[in-house]
């Protein structure tokens, strides 16, 4: 049985019905607030500290090998200035270079550049210098950092930027596109080939990093959620200097493929898109990267973090804000080699992961939601956004008085009950069996507002048995008769609108699952990412528990006792049906 007949089926049970429709269920409205983006499509970074230098670009933005590159700066107080040198230094592929590395204060190459119309500079006199980084410099998977040193008659230097800031230079990363890529699903099979045109079905993230510091992130105990420093680059940008680390709890070593979380500086945060390359209201300056890897529901690997995708979207379509997400093409870039012969478990490649957005500030912009404090009850304030707030108490007070009871009025005036009523029944919709009492969800309260609970941690869905408690402290509020019948009319919408057509072909739930799983299923191709990630871990020598994709039928154990399922096909088709 698949997503699309398990939510029909599990959740007809699941979602009481009891009573008649009284009222409609609008869900949360918010004015939107978006303030200005600098720059454009080829922006850097402002530069406050050093107003002399207003505008910066390379061109093109991500060479190929073999393409010189055009440097461009403006000045704009030219006067007292005897020259302006571009220094720069090439990074190669397993030799990256940290900003506290002495390689990075030590090795830069200079050129001069020209503010007098010739070799690449338009215009004589008018402020911007260029100079042009020649053909050769340009290598596959090659990083190029830049900064500018301003010098005076009398020896006075200038640099830009600020060697103190968080993010001391510019950069380019060279790159001739994603290869295609060979591998077996099974040690004794056949290589599939899965082509250069497949491979860039989806965005590509590259992170480069010191090659002893990823396994270390992902696999090594003694470093867990330690901070490694690294690049990140998509869509042509160059995000240098960020910092990236292992995430999970009990779930970080179980998988092999685990997840990642990124932090990007202030100076420079990142320009993500969705899944149909829109941009979203705000830059980022975190999120999380999940591994689709199912680490503790080992019966749906292969799923292909589609359990994530339409869980989180069924919660927005209901009408509770909740995060997006988008699926994306990971390499990491820390040896020589792109793909080594012989082994498809070494080179670039890393597989298919899914982009969560984080709880933040950026995400109540993207949601169109009014600034507010977002919690969480495993680790307490994850961002602070109400003015004037200093402290817990508010937090603090409404988990007392939601862990002892209270009374219809306290609810209806502490707890937002719609978003609630629309947490409570997709919980139920999608068999969010590892909720639980103080963990995997958060809250979140806009400025002397109500308490609105978040979903999270959403990779062991779909499973038709009981595991943790699946409610958590705020379903209090239903022993009140009177809000009880409120929800159950909610349920049934919910069930009803999302739930109603068991069909694949058929009813809104059929219609999300084909449309999210299109991007992991991409027309006119021989072979699925469900396939690929399935080449890449199902053997993977870091992999704890081998053979496990698609086992069919497929045999659990949860705390309501034994299962089986069987798909109609052991693929990403099957599971979707």
Known sequence: MGIVAALAQVASAAVETAGSLDRPHSGLTATRKVGSIPGGTNSVPTLPAFPRVVAVRHVPEQPQ?????????????????????????????????????????????????RDDGREGDRKRGDGVYSCKIPAEQQKHRHLVRYRFRLETADGRTSVVPDPASACPNFAWFTYDGVPAWQGKLRPQGSNLTFSANFMRTLPVYHLLARAGDVPRSQWDGSANKQRFPGTLVYGGKVYDHIQFRNRGQASTYVAGKNKWAFKFNPEQEFE???????????????????????????????????????????????????????????????????????????????????VVQDYDGAWLKDQQLPP???????????????????????????????RRGATGNWWRTNLNLEAYFNFHAVNRLVANI????????????????????????????????????????????????????????????????????????????????????????????????????????????????????????????????????????????????
């Not at 506290?100 to 090795?107: E, H, I, L, R």
């Not at 990971?330 to 890393?350: H, K, S």
């Not at 009850?377 to 508010?394: C, F, M, T, V, Y």
């Open 65 to 113: 090998s073999g393409q010189p590159v055009l440097v461009t700066t403006r000045v704009a107080q030219p006067q007292g200035w005897s020259a302006v040198v571009l220094e720069y230094q090439g990074i190669e592929p397993g030799k990256y270079v940290a900003k506290g590395d002495s390689g990075f204060s030590n090795v830069w190459q200079s050129v001069a550049m």
């Open 372 to 402: 507010g404090d977002i919690y969480s009850p495993e680790s307490g304030l994850k961002h602070r956004g109400i003015s004037g707030a200093q402290d817990n108490r508010a937090w603090d007070y409404f988990m007392e008085h939601s």
């Open 272 to 354: 993500p898109r969705d899944n149909y390359g829109q941009t979203f209201a705000s830059r980022w300056n975190s999120f999380s990267l999940n591994a689709c890897a199912s680490p503790w529901a080992q019966i749906n690997r292969g799923l292909s973090g589609m359990e994530e995708a339409v869980s989180f979207r069924a919660y927005a379509l209901a009408g509770l804000p909740a995060p997006r997400t988008h699926w994306v093409q990971f390499r990491v870039v820390d040896a020589p080699e792109e793909a080594p012969v012989g082994n498809q478990y070494d080179g670039d490649l890393w597989g298919l992961y899914l």
């Open 434 to 577: 590892d909720l639980r009492h103080g963990a995997n969800h958060l809250f979140y309260q806009p400025a002397q507002g109500l308490w609105v609970p978040l979903p999270w941690d959403l990779d062991m869905m779909f499973i038709p048995r009981e595991h943790q408690a699946g409610v958590i402290d705020q379903t209090r509020c239903l022993e009140v008769p009177s809000i009880r019948r409120e929800y159950q009319n909610r349920g049934r919408e919910i069930l009803d609108l999302l739930a109603g057509d068991a069909d694949p072909k058929g009813g809104q739930v059929g219609q999300l699952v084909a449309e999210l799983s299109a991007f992991l299923m991409p027309a006119g191709q021989a072979h699925t990412w469900a396939e690929l990630d399935m080449a890449m871990w199902n053997y993977h020598p870091r992999n704890q528990s081998k053979g496990t994709f698609f086992q069919n039928p497929g045999e659990d154990s949860r705390g309501g006792g034994p299962w089986r399922r069987t798909l109609e096909t052991p693929d990403l088709a099957g599971f979707c049906r």
